[in-house]
């Protein structure tokens, strides 16, 4: 059995002191050690977004005159207590704030029962508190990533061509409370990564604005108080956030995530599927509509086909993998083992989570800040992650939804499952799609850890068998369809003159 080879650095959960209050309870984000970035990385003004190739840049403030808003930070500095909250690094906190967003609404709508306790039939979504299922977080990691990373690109653009010198390199008498190296302040990075965070989450989680308006002021007015940024290049940063984020938003008006939960429209294409295997039906009381049938018609980041990347039918119950697969279930559920146990819970990402791809996005976060990377690398590495695991939910779903295949409980109802059962056929694994993406992806930015990242996509596969929520074959075509997505996520990035 493959050991875990990596596990979360439990220092990330003892020093920063940011708290979401939410209306209706809490989002807290762990504590983290501060970024020390290595380098600038000027060249960054060179390197192509993902998706906003160019935005209008007319009415930012002047950055002409480096004296320009110095009483303020002469102020603010030593007055402010978040300094060190912030110093985590823009693009890490923003990320673990959009991750505890998702396990915040990562709750499916309750059921409506009539006065006498009888079940309706129907369902109580609320717009203002979206059910964050793993293809809509898959989705808005995405949107998020590529506005901080596109945003970011143009914001090097403008900081190398003004050269405005940070405050405290202004002004000797100013102390830089952040560490890493000195940066051109105009426009301001953090700022950017807040605005474009937040317009994304905001719209949403409308719910949520006032919430983290807060964060925002709190994160930009502390970067004031560190010596490294004036009001303007504030100003100028929040601008630009915005800009990228509402070209990003307008984007996904347009792709097809609208019509992915079209339940008049499954009702007639389910019919007309052939199956030579056992059939999904849900199996929830009361019986509840399919987890977004059509997510697999919605708009990739990186794969130009998606039925290019589908693996093909299962095996039918003839076949003698069917067959393996499912002594193999029944072995497992009178024998687990406790290290199949711990796995099983480590990789289940259910219920309150962040969801699998959230669960990856924080392994990034961590990487990204351990290497000292810039915010720009930094924005580059999860937006290509994030993209992937996009990719991959749109390529799982059109799997799951293609061939229609019963959980391992349908086929024998005496399984008993570790995990909930998802409200979505089984073949392919999600879970085997995601992981194989973003260890594809990750390997390609950090090569020295390739062994790792991939033995930690075989656990999280692993542990869907464990749990007795798939089949081996749905997690061993998972882990290849993951693979080729996120090949395509790798083969993009090559081409955008970062490398």
């Known amino acids: 059995?493959?050991?875990?080879?990596?596990?979360?650095?439990?220092?990330?959960?003892?020093?920063?002191?940011?708290?979401?209050?939410?209306?209706?309870?809490?989002?807290?984000?762990?504590?983290?050690?501060?970024?020390?970035?290595?380098?600038?990385?000027?060249?960054?003004?060179?390197?192509?977004?993902?998706?906003?190739?160019?935005?209008?840049?007319?009415?930012?403030?002047?950055?002409?005159?480096?004296?320009?808003?110095?009483?303020?930070?002469?102020?603010?500095?030593?007055?402010?207590?978040?300094?060190?909250?912030?110093?985590?690094?823009?693009?890490?906190?923003?990320?673990?704030?959009?991750?505890?967003?998702?396990?915040?609404?990562?709750?499916?709508?309750?059921?409506?029962?009539?006065?006498?306790?009888?079940?309706?039939?129907?369902?109580?979504?609320?717009?203002?508190?979206?059910?964050?299922?793993?293809?809509?977080?898959?989705?808005?990691?995405?949107?998020?990533?590529?506005?901080?990373?596109?945003?970011?690109?143009?914001?090097?653009?403008?900081?190398?061509?003004?050269?405005?010198?940070?405050?405290?390199?202004?002004?000797?008498?100013?102390?830089?409370?952040?560490?890493?190296?000195?940066?051109?302040?105009?426009?301001?990075?953090?700022?950017?990564?807040?605005?474009?965070?937040?317009?994304?989450?905001?719209?949403?989680?409308?719910?949520?604005?006032?919430?983290?308006?807060?964060?925002?002021?709190?994160?930009?007015?502390?970067?004031?108080?560190?010596?490294?940024?004036?009001?303007?290049?504030?100003?100028?940063?929040?601008?630009?956030?915005?800009?990228?984020?509402l070209r990003v938003l307008q984007r996904a008006q347009t792709d097809k995530f609208s019509a992915a939960d079209d339940q008049p429209r499954w009702r007639r294409v389910e019919p007309t599927i052939v199956t030579t295997w056992p059939r999904w039906a849900c199996e929830e009381n009361p019986l509840r509509p399919p987890m977004l049938p059509f997510f697999g018609e919605v708009l990739p980041w990186h794969v130009a086909d998606i039925s290019k990347?589908?693996?093909?039918?299962?095996?039918?119950e003839s076949d003698p993998i069917f067959k393996r697969d499912l002594d193999e279930m029944r072995s497992i559920n009178d024998n687990r083992t406790r290290e199949q146990v711990r796995i099983a819970a480590f990789w289940e990402d259910g219920a309150g989570t962040a969801t699998p791809p959230g669960h990856w996005m924080r392994i990034a976060v961590e990487q990204t800040r351990s290497s000292g990377l810039s915010p720009v690398r930094s924005a580059r590495v999860l937006a290509y992650l994030a993209t992937s695991q996009h990719d991959a939910a749109v390529a799982a779903w059109h799997t799951k939804y293609r061939y229609i295949t019963a959980r391992p409980c349908t086929v024998d109802p005496s399984l008993r499952m570790s995990a909930g059962l998802p409200n979505f056929p089984g073949y392919t694994s999600g879970h085997s799609t995601f992981s194989s993406a973003a260890a594809e992806v990750l390997s390609h930015f950090f090569p020295t850890q390739r062994a790792s990242y991939m033995a930690m996509a075989d656990e999280a596969a692993e542990s869907r068998i464990y749990s007795r929520i798939h089949m081996r074959i749905d997690c061993e075509v998972g882990k290849q369809q993951g693979q080729a997505v996120g090949v395509a996520a790798v083969q993009r990035a090559q081409g955008d003159a970062a490398e």
Not at 117 to 128: H, I, S, V
């Open 1 to 245: 059995m493959r050991q875990l080879r990596y596990t979360l650095n439990t220092s990330v959960f003892v020093a920063l002191c940011l708290v979401l209050t939410a209306c209706d309870g809490l989002i807290d984000t762990p504590a983290v050690p501060e970024l020390n970035v290595t380098s600038a990385d000027s060249a960054a003004a060179l390197w192509q977004p993902i998706y906003v190739d160019s935005i209008d840049v007319t009415g930012l403030p002047d950055p002409s005159d480096p004296q320009e808003g110095l009483d303020e930070v002469r102020t603010l500095a030593g007055s402010n207590t978040s300094i060190r909250t912030w110093n985590v690094g823009a693009v890490q906190a923003w990320t673990e704030i959009t991750c505890k967003m998702v396990a915040k609404y990562n709750v499916a709508p309750f059921a409506e029962r009539a006065p006498d306790g009888r079940y309706t039939g129907r369902f109580l979504p609320d717009p203002q508190k979206p059910f964050t299922s793993p293809p809509f977080a898959a989705r808005l990691y995405a949107m998020i990533s590529v506005a901080q990373y596109d945003a970011l690109i143009h914001t090097w653009r403008l900081k190398y061509t003004a050269n405005r010198p940070e405050p405290a390199t202004a002004d000797a008498s100013i102390r830089r409370a952040a560490p890493g190296v000195a940066m051109p302040s105009w426009p301001n990075a953090d700022a950017v990564v807040a605005r474009a965070t937040v317009e994304i989450l905001a719209t949403l989680y409308p719910g949520e604005r006032a919430t983290l308006e807060s964060l925002y002021k709190e994160a930009v007015d502390s970067r004031i108080a560190a010596g490294i940024a004036r009001r303007s290049d504030v100003i100028a940063g929040d601008s630009i956030g915005k800009r990228v984020a």
């Open 309 to 316: 990347v589908d693996p093909g039918p299962p095996p039918s």
